[in-house]
């Protein structure tokens, strides 16, 4: 495999800039999962977010949503497990969108 593969196989973090070398995550750095919907299999930087912050999920902008100029909502599944510590801590499903 070599470098322009192993960039493929590397996720995206959402707000990530396109013409960003280097689009993925930090090893320092606390990700929620982004599953569903059109911002599908990025990652959502939390990294110091508090336990409320996270459980109450997310809108977040993009322009593949209904609404053009709208926002993507994702939450947490209630009672789905959390791993502590940087890295993919947890994931945050679709739940629609919002003007």
């Not at 990025?42 to 459980?55: K, N, Q």
Request: net charge negative; proline share 12%; charged share 30%.
């Amino acid at each position: 495999m070599d470098r322009e593969d192993e960039q493929l196989l590397r996720r995206r973090v959402y707000g990530a800039d396109h013409d960003d070398p280097d689009p993925g995550p930090l090893p320092y750095r606390t990700y929620a999962e982004l599953v569903g919907g059109p911002l599908d299999g990025l990652l959502l930087d939390i990294t110091g977010w508090r336990a409320e912050e996270v459980d109450d999920g997310v809108a977040l902008s993009t322009e593949l949503v209904r609404w053009p100029g709208g926002r993507a909502l994702y939450d947490p599944r209630p009672g789905e497990p959390r791993s502590p510590g940087p890295g993919v801590s947890r994931r945050f499903y679709h739940s629609g969108d919002t003007p």
